[in-house]
């Protein structure tokens, strides 16, 4: 069984900085995309950033320039650093991760972290 673990979030002042943490345990093959998402009262669930397993990342507009998504592999780990935050940017944010786990046949299929609240107010 695959498990991912958030850690980081909390309360912040605009303009404060954060650094969320994702660590995946279990049964795991390898580990493909690994990524943030984000989900407000009332909206839909967004993609955050999105980091490849050679490396190459993307990151919504909204938080170009202020956030940095970089991955351990040999932690199976994803970490989210969160600069100059904004009232907007609070939420609770999701790791994902698609796995290919050790099963045969294996198994490739999305998983999600439990969420952690990070709240942006003075």
């Known amino acids: 069984q695959v498990q991912l673990v958030e850690s980081g979030g909390g309360l912040v002042q605009p303009g404060g900085s954060l650094r969320l943490s994702c660590a995946a345990s279990g049964s795991i093959a390898s580990i493909n995309a690994m990524g943030w998402y984000r989900q407000a009262p009332g909206n839909q669930r967004e993609l955050v950033a999105s980091?490849?397993?050679?490396?190459?990342?993307d990151y919504a507009d909204s938080v170009k320039g202020r956030f940095t998504i970089s991955r351990d592999n040999a932690k199976k780990s994803v970490y989210l650093q969160m600069n100059s935050l904004k009232a907007e940017d609070t939420a609770v944010y999701y790791c994902?991760?698609?796995?290919?786990?050790?099963?045969?046949?294996?198994?490739?299929?999305?998983?999600w972290g439990q969420g952690t609240q990070v709240t942006v107010s003075s």
């Open positions: 980091i490849t397993s050679g490396g190459r990342t």
């Open positions: 994902n991760s698609n796995i290919r786990d050790r099963r045969w046949p294996p198994l490739v299929q999305d998983y």
